[in-house]
Each structure stands twice: as structure tokens, then as C-alpha cells.
């Protein structure tokens, strides 16, 4: 009955005029089916909002056996674990969906903004008796905040909680704005040379990569087999062994994905300058070139791995060719800092096998996690890639109209551009991780996450 425990030291220590105190970062994992877990955002108007605490740790213990029992039951639908205070608790569970909250309870003016820890503030199906539980509020459809003695409306109070550290950590850019939203259709699609009743994937990782599990448990629930190969470049000889095995792994392959990640040794310019110059290499690259040009084999790139696309030519170009400075680049993230959340992006064509199971206009959610996802292109380059429908995809709002918010559009990519396509689609370059999806995950961002990119391919092997 007790939780795991672990923790980790700090690296305490100085570096120049930067001090870092000794410090110890503890944790506690309870694990649960993840079916059960519950998540923290109001989910409508008119519940009744209670809190769940006692007195000392048998009080509080009680407490939660009490909340869990219910929520079993399925009696709770959303749940706070107080941090600082109830006032606390309740405002940021309105922030989810700009549900309101007012107290009608039992809570006293003074307790608002009392530390309580251990305690938890829920939203419940209906009104209980427990000892360990008391009224505290409702959920309204007004977006505000009512505690009788403070109020405010919930969006003012996120506009300032987002605030706080806004002068270290910007949350916005300033850009905003929609931008033209690109439309293209396509009838008929390219099929391959040779079908595959369980087409296999290529899936090299390098130094930095972190998403090769996701996208072989991708591959393979879709139907297709995963081969993932380590490349090492900790010596000479262990980078000619890489390229070697590379290549006989891609000659057995019907396509390649590269997947997402932090790719190592690429400073200064960053983007995947290493994964370039490694598929660069000629027994790869040979390889490469028959997988597209003869057996009409598949290409995909994710975050990372887009990055190494563009690097290479091979979106928007088809073929790995040298680039400059005239061609499209992905570029460091307007915010100047990592990006990590959930946005919404359109297809905008799906003459791509990758998105046959797509069609254009259709919004989907997807995580995104990059520091450098701006895409950079001329507005002739631009408008060439619409006309021949390689523009694949566009960050857009809520309305689902393309859009240059960074609530939106995560790093200010022109035209608002997720993702490209080669000429004929069968290479795909983008930044959102179309591998990160499965059931239970996201439970406090609802939306439509499956695009279908996998299936798609296995499918454009097995009845092209």
C-alpha cells in the first residue's frame, strides 16, 4: 500500500557568477489503470464541488480513501490535489474550459487561502454525505471565480497567473493574425512497384534521438514491422560498421522513418546537421535513391527527423540534393525557447500516401515537443509548394483558421506550415509527433489525434 520513492540530487555547485544550492528532489509514483485517472478541469456547469480532507494523517489517509472509493464509482468527474490553498485549487480548475465556480458551502471566508496539504478539491456527479467531505461551491456557466469575499473573471485570472514569469519564460510573441489557408484534393495517388502484405520501416536512432519505441509500436500496430538500428559514431570504425548495416537495413526495407528527438553534435547550427551528413554517406544514400526512385518506397520524418529532411532536400525536393540558402530551413522557434503542448493542425492536401486516410480541411490534435520548428520559405517557394499541393498541413485555431498566434502556431512558422511533402508525396516532413498518440494519453485535451499516417502506408503497400 505504500508508493514507490525516489529522488535525485541537484548539481549543486558554481559556474561563473551562477550558484546552485544542494538540493534533493524527491518522488512518489502510485501507480493505476490508466482508465481510472481523472483529470483536473471543470467539466460543466451545475456540479457540486467538494472537498476532501481531515485532521493528521489518519484524518487525511481517510480523506482519500473516501475521494478514491468514490471516484470508482465513477461519482468524480475532475479532481484538483491542493498545492497551495482551495482558492488556488478551484481557479485553476476553470482555466480548462472557462467554467466558472462560486462558493455556496461550508468553507469559511478565512480558509480560502489557508495552506491545506494533502486535501482535494472535486468536482462530483451529484451531492454526498462523508465525514471526510464537505460542499464547498458549484460550477457555473459564468467564467468567473466567486469565493464571496474575492472574485474575477477566469480569464483575467489566467492572463495573470501566466504572467508571473512571463519576463523569463515569454508564453507569446506578439505575432498574431490568420494567414491564408491552402487547399488541395487529389484524386489519384503514385502506387509502388511492388506490393507487401506487411511492408517493414526503417527506423534509425542517433545520439539525441528520443521517439523510436513510439514509432515502431506505431509501425507495427498498424500493420507493418519496425527495424530499429542504433547508429554509433563513438569510433571511426563503429561509424563505417553504421553506414554498412544502414544500408542493408534499407535495402530490406519498404520505407524509412526517422523519428523525433534532440539530435547530439550539431552545434552551432543545430537541426539535424549529424543524421544529415550521415544519410549523405554514399553506400546510405545509393540506397536511399533506389528506395524512391525504383521500388517507389516511403519517407517519413517527425520533429527531429523533419529536420534532417529538409536538410537533405528530400521535402520538398523528392531526392537528396545540396541546398542553400534559397531553399526552405527550419529555423529556431520565434518564443526563443522550447515548445511543448497540444495544437490543432489542418490538412491542407493529401496527395501524400502518408495522409490517404485524411482528407483536406480536417483538423486534428497533435503533441508537439521542439525548440527549432520554425519553418522559413519564400513566398514564391510557398505559393510553388500550394499549387503542387506539398503544403501537407497548417497550424490552426480553434475556428480552425490557419494562424500566426503562438497560442497556435507553437514556433512562427511563415504561413503557418506543419508540415511538406515531396512532389508526389511519398516523402513527409513535420514537426508534430503523429507517433505520440494512444488511448488514455491526453485526457484533458480532447480532440481528434489520429491522422492515420501509419496505416496509410502500411496500406499503400498492400493494395496499391
Not at 509502388?192 to 514509432?215: L, Q
Not at 542504433?230 to 571511426?236: C, D, E, I
Not at 549529424?274 to 521500388?295: H, N, P, T, W
Not at 508525396?425 to 494519453?441: D, N, Q, S, T, Y
Amino acid at each position: 500500500g505504500c508508493a514507490a520513492i525516489g529522488g535525485k540530487d541537484s548539481m549543486s555547485g558554481s559556474f561563473m557568477d551562477k550558484d546552485v544550492p544542494p538540493t534533493l528532489i524527491s518522488f512518489a509514483i502510485a501507480p493505476i489503470r490508466a482508465g481510472e485517472v481523472l483529470s483536473p478541469e471543470f467539466k460543466a456547469a451545475g456540479d457540486p464541488v467538494y472537498l476532501f480532507s481531515g485532521d493528521g494523517p489518519e484524518g487525511t489517509k481517510a480523506a482519500w480513501e473516501a475521494f478514491h472509493d468514490l471516484a470508482r464509482q465513477g461519482g468524480v468527474k475532475a479532481a484538483w490535489a491542493v498545492e497551495e490553498s482551495a482558492a488556488e485549487a478551484v481557479m485553476k480548475m476553470s482555466f480548462g474550459e472557462s467554467i466558472g465556480f462560486k462558493a455556496d458551502g461550508e468553507l469559511a471566508a478565512e480558509a480560502w487561502h489557508r495552506p491545506m496539504a494533502g486535501a482535494i478539491v472535486a468536482e462530483l456527479a451529484g451531492d454526498i454525505t462523508n465525514p471526510c467531505a464537505r460542499r464547498i461551491g458549484v460550477t457555473t456557466v459564468q467564467p468567473a471565480v466567486d469565493l464571496g469575499t474575492d472574485s474575477g473573471a477566469v480569464g483575467e485570472l489566467l492572463a495573470l497567473n501566466e504572467a508571473v514569469l512571463a519576463d523569463v519564460y515569454p508564453t507569446r510573441t506578439g505575432e498574431t493574425g490568420s494567414v491564408e489557408a491552402f487547399t488541395y484534393p487529389v484524386s489519384e495517388r503514385k502506387a509502388p512497384a511492388v506490393k507487401c502484405a506487411r511492408p517493414r520501416a526503417f527506423i534509425p536512432v542517433f545520439p539525441g534521438t528520443n521517439c523510436e519505441y513510439d514509432t515502431a509500436r506505431a509501425v507495427t500496430e498498424a500493420g507493418g514491422e519496425a527495424e530499429i538500428l542504433v547508429v554509433r559514431n563513438l569510433t571511426a570504425a563503429d561509424a563505417a560498421e553504421s553506414v554498412e548495416r544502414a544500408a542493408k537495413a534499407i535495402a530490406r526495407a519498404q520505407m524509412i522513418v526517422l523519428p523525433g528527438g534532440f539530435s547530439g553534435g550539431d552545434e552551432p547550427e543545430g537541426s539535424a546537421k549529424f543524421i544529415a551528413a550521415f544519410f549523405r554517406s554514399g553506400a546510405v544514400r545509393a540506397e536511399v535513391e533506389k528506395l524512391l526512385e525504383r521500388r517507389d518506397g516511403l519517407m517519413l520524418g517527425i520533429c527531429n527527423g523533419f529536420q534532417a529532411l529538409i536538410k537533405l532536400g528530400l521535402v520538398p525536393f523528392g531526392k537528396i540534393v545540396d541546398t542553400d540558402e534559397s531553399c526552405p530551413t527550419l529555423s529556431y522557434n520565434t518564443i526563443g525557447r522550447h515548445q511543448s503542448k497540444i495544437v490543432r493542425v489542418r490538412v491542407a492536401s493529401n496527395v501524400s500516401p502518408w495522409l490517404a486516410a485524411a482528407e483536406p480541411g480536417e483538423v486534428y490534435s497533435v503533441p508537439i515537443s521542439h525548440g527549432e520548428g520554425r519553418f522559413l520559405a519564400s513566398e514564391d517557394t510557398v505559393r510553388a509548394l500550394a499549387s503542387s499541393g506539398q503544403i501537407a498541413t497548417q497550424y490552426v485555431d480553434l475556428d480552425g483558421v490557419p494562424s500566426m498566434d503562438t497560442d497556435f502556431n507553437p514556433n512562427g512558422s511563415c504561413f503557418a506550415i506543419e508540415g511538406i511533402t515531396s512532389p508526389d508525396g511519398r516523402v513527409f516532413g513535420k514537426m508534430g509527433h503523429a507517433e505520440r498518440i494512444g488511448p488514455e494519453l491526453y485526457k484533458n485535451v480532447p480532440g481528434r489525434y489520429d491522422m492515420g499516417l501509419f496505416r496509410s502506408a502500411v496500406r499503400y503497400f498492400r493494395e496499391s
